[in-house]
């Protein structure tokens, strides 16, 4: 397992480079001069602007600008933003906003996904069956901007249980409604997968070798039945948690929420270059360890698999 794991991280090390690399090329090279930008429609003077580009460095060549952009990342130097502020201070500002709202997306898609999911494969062809397919599908088919209105149209607007914007962005009760829409479409999918995932696991023969020794239910369906129908679930959700926090940028938008999604679209907006990558960046690294925890989490469910 160790060298599995040390094998896994050396893995890392090219797929974050080449993807900061590509988004660093993306963002601060092919957009064209976000200096000049901000003078608008006025022509900036040159000797100004000559150093503001030595400021940021936007004066080197462009593999220059990313060797140093890497080596000062290495130290916690994200660079600066136009206005002289910290990228650092930006982005632990925005970061535990989104990490809240994310995690709650995700234990609501975990709970009620797998639950929904897990009910719907036990009752396969029942009421609940069908009726857990048609809910998921019409999760599935409203985009999450529609979804954020009708949330906030019916409990804010009209049963007046929530703001109709997030006031504060630290407090989790708050944040309870637009997490229920973030996490909306992963949990359609989740219970789709976990009912799936369990008619095929109920018909095994590892299932009718416990049911004959007489086992009890609660111990068939929880130790052998769930456990070995996660494998899929846990594959999709080791992937969902960063596209979460990339994902919020329209939810947050639409409850008004100050985290990541927020602060990137501004970004974008304003071409801060070093602001977006930054973001990118942080987002990378949550992916790569998500996909290395899934694949830990394999061994954990299916004793089966082990790693040289």
């Known amino acids: 397992m160790g060298r599995f794991v040390a094998r896994r991280l050396l893995q890392m090390i090219p797929v974050f480079l080449g993807t900061t690399a590509l988004i660093f090329f993306m963002v601060r090279i092919l957009p064209g001069d976000p200096v000049a930008a901000m003078w608008g429609d006025k022509a900036p003077d ?3 602007l000559a150093a503001f580009k030595h400021k940021l460095g936007l004066d080197l060549p462009w593999y220059q600008q990313y ?4 080596g000062n990342l290495f130290t916690g130097d994200f660079g600066e933003t136009m206005a002289g502020r910290q990228v650092i201070d930006v982005i632990t500002e925005a970061l535990p906003v989104t990490i809240r709202l994310a995690l709650m997306a995700f234990a609501i898609e975990i709970v009620f996904g797998v639950g929904i999911g897990l009910l719907a494969g036990l009752k396969r062809g029942k009421f609940a069956d069908k009726s857990t397919l048609v809910f998921t599908l019409i999760l599935i088919s409203i985009p999450v901007p529609v979804l954020g209105y009708l949330f906030q149209t019916l409990f804010a607007d009209q049963l007046k249980w929530v703001t109709p914007t997030v006031q504060d962005s630290m407090n989790l009760s708050q944040l ?3 997490a229920v829409v973030l996490g909306s479409l992963s949990l359609a999918y989740v219970a789709r997968l976990s009912r799936t995932s369990i008619v095929e ?4 023969d590892y299932i009718r070798t416990a049911t004959a020794k ?3 239910r609660r111990k068939i369906i929880g130790t052998h039945l769930l456990r070995n129908s996660m494998i899929p679930v846990v594959t999709f959700l080791g992937t969902d948690l960063g596209a979460l926090m990339g994902g ?3 939810t ?8 990541v999604g927020n602060a990137l679209f501004r970004a974008i907006n304003q071409k801060e270059g070093a ?6 960046v942080v987002l990378v690294i949550v992916y790569l360890v998500a996909s290395l925890i899934v694949d830990l989490l394999y061994a954990v469910l299916d004793p089966r698999i082990r790693y040289a």
């Open 176 to 178: 309870l409604l637009p």
């Open 201 to 204: 696991n109920i018909r095994a």
């Open 67 to 70: 060797f140093d952009y890497m």
């Open 46 to 48: 040159p000797a100004q």
């Open 252 to 259: 947050e938008g639409i409850f008004n929420v100050k985290g």
């Open 248 to 250: 919020a940028i329209v």
């Open 275 to 280: 602001t977006v990558v930054g973001f990118v």
């Open 214 to 216: 007489g086992l009890p």
